[in-house]
C-alpha cells in the first residue's frame, strides 16, 4: 500500500482532483480502525482501502458528489443484521467516514500536503488536524492545519484546539476530539513515514519476507552483496535493492523509529555483522534468523566487545513468532507476524 499522504501530493502536482477518505469513528467490530484511509480519484479509482465491501462501495459513490459539490461530507454507516450476511463484512458496526474535497487550485492545500510529504520521504513525524463538519467547501481556509516536528504550524493554530504542542508532536494514534460542548469537531492523526523493511540477505526465505511484507503495507529494501541474489528479478515487488557489502549498508540507509531490520543473511559472521551495526541504531525492530545456541554465540561476542545488554534485550531471536515454523514460506509467515504485531504495537493499536 503506497502511503496516502505522499499519493495525494503526487495527485496534487499533477492537477488531479481527489477525495480524502478517513474511518474518524468506529463502534463495535469494523475491518479497518480509526484512521485509516483511502484516496478516490476522478475516474473512480482508488488508492488505500478503509475496509472494502458495501462501505467502501458507498464511499466510492458519495465520494463522486463530493468531489462534484466540493464540499465535505460525514458517511455515517451502519452494518448490521440482514446486510452483514450479505456483505464481504462479517463484523458488523457503525462507522463514520468523512469525505473530503481536495483539489489542486487551492493554495494552502497543495502547500500543507507538499510539506506532509516531504516529512514522510524525511523520515519525520508530524500532526495534521482536521476539522470535522459536512458542507465545509474545499477552499475554506480554517479546515487544516499541520504540526511539524520543529514546533512550525501551516494553516490556522486554532485549528489544534488549544493542546499542547509537545503532545500533538508525540501522538501515534488517530483520534476525534472536542474541545468543549458547541467546539467544532477535530479529527487528529500522526504523520509519519512508511514503514520499512530493511532485508539482509537475498536468499529463499528473504523472496517470500519481501513479498509478504508488501502484501501486508511495508516499503522493503533488500541488502545483499550477490549480484545474483541482488536484482529485480528475484525481488520483483522490492522497492529497493542494493548491492554491497553488509559492512557498508548502514553508512547508505536511514534508520529511523518506522524501520524494521530484519537479519537473515547465509552465514553466522553476516548475522553478528549486521546485528552489531543495526544496534548503533534505534528502529523499532530488529529480528535475527537462527538457532538459540546460533543466537547465544552471537550475543556473546557481542557482550565481548562491549556492546550493552540493553541494546541486545532488543533483539527478538530467533525471528517470528512460535508457530511451529519449519519451511522457507511458513518462516517467511511466521516473520511477518511477528512485523505485524510490532506495528500495530508501535501504532498503539494493541496493549501486549
Known sequence: MENIFIALNRILEQNQKAVLARIIRQVGSAPRSVGAKCLI??????IGTIGGGLLEHQVIQKAAEVMEQGRSLILSYQLKGEEVARSEMLCGGEVDVFLEPIFPEDHEVKEIFNRIAALCEQGLKGTLATRILSGLNHNDPGMRALL?????????????IGLEQKKYSSIKKSMLLQKSAGEPLIFQEPVEPDAVVYLFGGG???TFVASLAKMVGFRVVVIDDRREFANKERFPGADEIMLMPFSEAFHHLEIHSTSYIVIVTRGHIHDRDVLHSALQTKPVYIGMIGSKRKRDLIYQTLREEGVEQE???RVHSPIGLAIGAETPEEIAVSIIAELIRERAKSQNYLSL
Open 204 to 206: 529463499h526465505i528473504s
Open 148 to 160: 511539524e516536528p520543529d514546533g512550525t504550524i501551516i494553516g490556522p493554530a486554532d485549528s489544534l
Open 311 to 313: 541494546k541486545i534485550d
Open 41 to 46: 480519484l476522478e475516474n473512480g479509482s482508488i
